[in-house]
């Protein structure tokens, strides 16, 4: 949107006429002023729906079903019992606030076929554009000390985040701070939705990753976004397009995320025992947490206060970025003794297995698709705490599977029959989801997009394709990552590319194309779309920020940035050049 869209937005936003009861009108009596009860309740409300900045937008967004005094007085009751009650019933309390959920109808980006170009760009153009994207991220870890990420709140929610998947979040998550800010989140998503302000906060874009156009983000450091900034600088080093000084600069920057990975963001957790009921249920492992305690994450005071407010005030480790890091240190070349640690022992107390453990997704807001194998995203600390329940990722078990593959020897995958059938199972997990058709649907997936799935499908299937073929056919003997690889290229051929992207997707896409070996020809739309868009950046980076990854409670959370991009455009534009370069450079220079 353009400033003149915004305004006439804002305007209409203000100027409506009011239809029925507004969202004020229903909390303020109960949440801005109140003794006893749970204090958290009214403390996010005055933080995230009360400000000064929100109230003049949706004061006047009303719902006419509000006028029946019986359906506010429930309403209202719903939210008196969240405040007030010690142990809540959150079923009960969802019900009315998911029925208002089920009115409206948010929708995934659609974007429309578009013609391919004749000819890719030439190779000089894409040397320019790594170089471009190596020295941002070189330049942005020498300004701040490290590469940030930024986080923002969308406050349409999720187009999969209905009224059944809100009584899923409420009863499966583990602490009140969470429930609390994902019943007012999503109660104020009906009014937002519902009323003229929702252009405003929800514009359409271009592509599929969602671009953060928020005026607030919350900038901050993570060992999961460490350790992809690390792959991509290893990335720009084995280019041999980075000067000299910019080598040497991206090893000591490497050097200083891994350390944050490995030692700054290390935890200690107890193993939960797993398929081999002989386990040891007291061993301890150490993994990787996703947000250090402070100061490490880098927020500022203020927005380390908004956190807490929120309901994010216990963060505990995930496997995800257990994976993700200790696969970045790996290629690094770490020697850390936690690298020996045989991950797959520690997973197999978090894998799914029917009816043994299948309780552990708490939270099933996917459940479209068949979790036998799969493991799940979060990690109980020493204390037993998992405020967010527990969900399942498809793409999170990439990274296990990738993980595991860079460590086959040192954590002896083969010659362990235990650890084997760890592997094989997530394998039959992924296989089940790519003959369903299931991981192009963005209801499968909980923190990422389908195009994001098929890169790191991708990634996943170079470290499998590096290993010796003995290795890969005790790994795959009935030939599912072959299976996987030909669903994911006919999506990524024929849906993704052939259709209008932004450079997010378009990186995303060149990820998966290069890692699979598809025809130098297929890159032809994603490179235009990169090299067409240098510079829309401006003064942050070559290129604007997208939707990375996401939460989809307590809303919808967008994580990426600038740099973030420059990182996926850089690894994707790698694989593009190598590409073209053995097949002899077959593209001429785009005129």
């Not at 353009?2 to 305004?7: D, K, L």
């Not at 992809?228 to 991206?250: H, I, K, N, R, Y």
Request: aromatic share 10%; proline share 7%; glycine share 8%.
């Amino acid at each position: 949107m353009n400033f003149h869209e915004i305004a006439g937005a804002a305007c209409r936003a203000l100027t409506a006429r009011k239809d029925g009861p507004s969202l004020y009108d229903v909390c303020d009596p109960l949440l801005l002023n109140y003794d006893g009860g749970d204090r958290h309740l009214g403390k996010f409300y005055r933080t995230a729906l009360g400000n000064p900045a929100l109230r003049p937008l949706l004061r006047r967004a009303g719902l006419p079903e509000l006028r029946d005094e019986s359906r506010f007085r429930q309403l209202q009751q719903a939210l008196r019992q969240a405040r007030d009650d010690a142990q809540p019933d959150w079923s009960a309390i969802g019900q009315p606030v998911a029925a208002l959920l089920d009115s409206i109808a948010p929708s995934h980006p659609k974007p429309p076929p578009v013609a391919a170009p004749d000819r890719a760009p030439g190779v000089a153009e894409i040397e320019a554009a790594i170089r471009h994207c190596g020295a941002h991220l070189l330049r942005s870890f020498r300004s701040n000390g490290f590469i940030p990420t930024y986080a923002a709140f969308n406050l349409i929610g999720d187009p999969d985040f209905g009224g059944r998947e809100l009584e899923m979040a409420l009863t499966g998550l583990n602490a009140r701070g969470y429930q609390n800010s994902t019943l007012l989140f999503n109660l104020a998503r009906v009014f937002i939705a519902r009323s003229k302000v929702a252009p405003l906060i929800n514009p359409s874009w271009r592509g599929i990753a969602e671009p953060m156009r928020q005026p607030m983000q919350i900038k901050h450091r993570s060992a999961y976004y460490d350790a992809f900034f690390t792959e991509a600088l290893l990335s720009f080093v084995d280019s041999g397009l980075a000067s000299p000084d910019q080598a040497s600069a991206s090893r000591r920057a490497i050097a200083d995320m891994v350390e944050f990975c490995l030692v700054t963001s290390k935890e200690e957790v107890r193993a939960q025992g797993g398929l081999d009921a002989s386990a040891n249920h007291a061993a301890k492992f150490a993994v990787i947490t996703a947000l250090a305690p402070l100061p490490h994450p880098r927020f500022s005071r203020f927005f380390s206060q908004i956190k807490q407010d929120l309901g994010f005030g216990i963060y505990v480790p995930d496997c995800d970025t257990t994976a993700c890091s200790f696969s970045a240190a790996t290629q690094a070349g770490s020697t850390d003794p936690i690298l020996d640690q045989p991950l797959l022992d520690f997973y197999a107390g978090y894998q799914v297995s029917a009816g043994s453990n299948e309780p552990r997704v708490t939270v099933p807001i996917n459940d479209n698709i068949d979790y036998e194998g799969g493991v799940v995203t979060w990690i109980d600390n020493l204390a037993g705490e998992r405020p967010f329940g527990n969900d399942l990722d498809p793409t999170l078990n990439l990274d296990i599977l990738e993980v595991s593959f860079r460590n086959l020897a040192r954590w002896k995958v083969i010659e362990t029959p235990q650890r084997l059938k760890i592997v094989h199972n997530i394998i039959g997990f992924q296989r089940r989801l790519a003959q369903s058709g299931a991981f192009a649907n963005p209801r499968s997936h909980i923190y990422y997009l389908p195009e994001l799935y098929c890169a790191y499908f991708g990634r996943c299937y170079a470290a499998f394709m590096a290993l010796p073929q003995a290795a890969r056919h005790a790994i795959d003997p009935g030939g599912a990552f072959e299976l996987i690889r030909g669903k994911v290229l006919f999506y990524v051929e024929n849906e993704l590319i052939s259709a209008e992207m932004n450079v997010f997707d378009a990186a995303l896409a060149l990820m998966a194309l290069g890692h699979l070996g598809a025809a130098p020809t297929s890159f032809t739309p994603a490179l235009h779309c990169i090299i067409d868009h240098l510079g829309e950046g401006g003064r942050r980076g070559p290129f604007k920020a997208y939707e990375w990854n996401k939460m989809k409670t307590p809303i919808r959370i967008l994580v990426g940035g600038p740099e973030v991009t420059s990182a996926f455009v850089l690894m994707g534009l790698v694989l593009a050049r190598r590409a073209l370069t053995l097949a002899g450079s077959a593209f001429g220079s785009a005129p």
